[in-house]
């Protein structure tokens, strides 16, 4: 349920995708078009200004124009009327050129075209008659009726000369010429402020350049503006041309600032799509692992649950389900006692549980029994964890639950072949032994006979004198006789067939059963075998017939092993202490050695002791160390061996002596 929700979040429809994108492009076209609105606000705000500032120019230069104009106007009404004299007249014309730098020269004349009076002195050329040239040279003067302009440049010094005619109702007066020097005219009449900032020309009709003013440098022809200037019969421009270059996209403040916003824009989507792309990728992983761990559960054997700590049942695999044959819906949220709880185990199962609440946790886990749903009990072998969350905090325990039924049946199995195993090694141990057996028992019975016959023959000559000797001969008669029947019985004993049975036992008693057999096969192999039984040891519980084997098996091979050393060398000993056991602190084993003198083990040897039919024997079968060391740990103990620091080898077996008592009260 949980993956499913997870892989519908990955693929997300279209749209949603689709709409951040479409507004981030929206946002980046208006960023890129902002700075560019703003630059062509202000290159259109700056020509505006400049058209306004060249209207404003333009106004005070036909301003000043006008006024000189009227002002020179006044003076031909004051010659025409007659009241000032030609002296006075002079001296005005000569003040106000003189006040006003761009008047060149100024001339009054009468009626007939004669001059008055100027500002020139008489002496050079005629001033008068050059403003009269420059006049008529202009086709427009010849009618001197009319105002009438023109300009003529002279060694690249433009001059505008106008000539203001004055009339009294229709009949013409007098006439006023006055010669204006252009660039001074400029120079004057521009402000400053607007010469630091603009070109300002002033062009005749062919474009051609008359007077100019760039007090800041050269115009860049950016921002451009274009005035005509109204004179009579005479066309003159106003040309600005301004000194600001375009407006600079980056110096701009507002474009900085998106400029700015636009890369942080950038730069955030790029860390969000990375953050995006991780939380992806860990999303990802998180629905592997997910799936990976319910792959993992469901192909589990092994049942597992959870539980809180009040005992509920938080969780349930599907093997645990099929195990005991109940549902997970039936199972989970139960609290004790749970529906696969055997009745007669329930005190069992709640002292556990009351344990483990305590924190006491069987590493090696514990085996109980189970009933499945249809009543069925069934051995099962369960280990707890401790279930802890993020913080650290324990929740809860998990626990895996293994189904030991068919394992048990298995080891039931082994256990019905191991001893079939044992039977036949028996069988085999006594086949060898039957031959010694017989020369063994060939001593006693020859023996029992020569004792007999020396009795017969005492009885024959039957005096007092031999009494004696005759007790002597029958008590020794009767001793041979007993130790051939205690070879026949422990031989019998050994071979005989027998179910596995456990029971306690002395091992000074067992030792004692096997010593005749042990002394038959030494003393053919003229070993000397010394003993050393510690007093009082206490008893195991085990299967005595297997023991016996083990030791006979163990005593078989340290007498083999030292069949090519010297007589003086050939001494095996047999030794039973009582040790504290190395696996389970607070309890105590038996530990039992068989040592030897003989050629010891190579380490080829060594490294295939204990697998089955491994022999370096001609007629060895190879099989009886391992079945030793499965009898020995058949009995929780362990078989071992090392090398006799005298030469030859130390085999020894432990048997815990208190671990089977439980055993011992369920038997
Ligand atoms: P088998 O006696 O039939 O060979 P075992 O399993 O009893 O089978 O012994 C396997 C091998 O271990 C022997 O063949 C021998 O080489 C070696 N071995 C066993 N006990 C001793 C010992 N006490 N000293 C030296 N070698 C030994």
Redesign the pocket.
């Known amino acids: 349920m949980k993956i499913k929700t997870l892989s519908s979040q990955r693929f997300p429809t279209t749209l949603p995708w689709m709409l951040p994108i479409v507004l981030v492009l929206l946002f980046v076209a208006v960023l890129i078009w902002l700075p560019w609105q703003a630059q062509r606000m202000e290159t259109n705000e700056r020509q505006e200004q400049l058209i306004a500032d060249t209207l404003w120019v333009e106004q005070a230069l036909q301003f000043q124009l006008n006024r000189h104009q009227e002002s020179l106007s006044n003076i031909a009404e004051d010659f025409a009327s007659g009241k000032v004299s030609v002296e006075v007249l002079k001296a005005r014309l000569n003040l106000y050129a003189t006040n006003n730098h761009e008047i060149g020269e100024l001339a009054l004349w009468d009626v007939r075209d004669k001059l008055v009076a100027s500002n020139i002195e008489s002496g050079t050329k005629s001033p008068p008659n050059s403003l009269i040239e420059a006049l008529q040279s202009n086709a427009n003067f010849t009618q001197k009726l009319h105002k009438a302009s023109c300009v003529k440049s002279q060694q690249q010094v433009a001059t505008l000369y106008c000539r203001f005619p004055l009339f009294r109702d229709t009949t013409y007066l007098t006439s006023v010429t006055v010669s204006y020097r252009l660039q001074t005219l400029l120079d004057e009449t521009v402000p400053w402020w607007f010469a630091q900032e603009n070109e300002i020309s002033l062009l005749d009709q062919d474009e051609k350049i008359l007077a100019k003013r760039a007090a800041a440098g050269a115009g860049k022809n950016v921002y451009t503006h274009n005035r005509a200037l109204d004179f009579p019969q005479l066309s003159l421009s106003l040309h600005t041309n301004s000194t600001k270059a375009e407006p600079k996209l980056l110096s701009n403040l507002l474009v900085v600032s998106v400029v700015l916003l636009s890369l942080g824009l950038v730069w955030s989507l790029i860390a969000l799509w990375r953050d995006i792309n991780r939380r992806l990728q860990a999303e990802g992983a998180l629905r592997k692992e997910a799936m990976f761990r319910a792959a993992m559960e469901n192909s589990l054997i092994t049942g597992l649950r959870a539980r809180d700590m009040e005992g509920r049942l938080t969780y349930v695999n599907p093997s645990f389900c099929k195990m005991l044959g109940f549902p997970a819906e039936e199972l989970i949220g139960k609290l004790p006692p749970m529906p696969y709880w055997a009745p007669e185990e329930i005190t069992e199962y709640e002292n556990r549980f009351a344990q483990i609440l305590t924190g006491t946790v069987q590493p090696e886990g514990f085996e109980t029994i189970y009933q499945r749903a249809n009543g069925e009990r069934f051995p099962v072998l369960i280990y707890e964890s401790p279930l802890v969350d993020e913080n650290g905090k324990q929740t809860g325990w998990m626990s895996s639950i293994l189904d030991v039924s068919e394992l048990k049946r298995a080891q039931e199995l082994s256990r019905q072949q191991e001893e079939k195993l044992h039977q036949n090694a028996r069988l085999a141990t006594m086949g060898e032994m039957a031959s010694m057996l017989a020369h063994e028992l060939n001593q006693p019975l020859a023996a029992i006979s020569s004792y007999a016959t020396g009795a017969l023959n005492i009885l024959k000559q039957s005096d007092q004198v031999n009494t004696l000797s005759l007790t002597d001969a029958l008590e020794k008669t009767t001793q041979q006789a007993q130790r051939a029947a205690q070879v026949i019985r422990s031989v019998h004993q050994f071979v005989k067939k027998r179910e596995a049975s456990r029971a306690l036992f002395h091992i000074q008693t067992l030792l004692q059963s096997v010593m005749p057999l042990i002394a038959l096969q030494a003393q053919s192999a003229h070993i000397h075998v010394q003993y050393q039984i510690d007093p009082d040891l206490p008893e195991v519980f085990g299967d005595q017939v297997l023991i016996e084997q083990v030791i006979l098996?163990?005593t078989?091979?340290?007498i083999?092993?030292m069949h090519d050393v010297a007589y003086a060398k050939r001494q095996m000993q047999i030794h039973a202490h009582l040790i504290a056991d190395p696996h389970l602190p607070h309890s105590r084993s038996l530990l039992v050695q068989?040592i030897?003198q003989?050629?010891?083990?190579a380490p080829e040897?060594a490294e295939q002791?204990?697998s089955p039919f491994?022999?370096?024997?001609a007629?060895?079968?190879?099989?009886?160390?391992?079945?030793?060391r499965t009898a020995i740990e058949f009995h929780g103990g362990s078989l071992k061996?090392r090398a006799n620091p005298a030469g030859?080898?130390v085999?020894e077996f432990t048997l815990p002596c208190d671990a089977h008592k439980d055993d011992l009260h369920k038997e």
């Open positions: 098996n163990l078989r091979n340290a083999e092993a068989v030897d003989g050629h010891g083990i040897v002791l204990f491994f022999s370096t024997k007629a060895g079968m190879g099989m009886g160390l391992n079945i030793c061996y030859g080898t085999f």
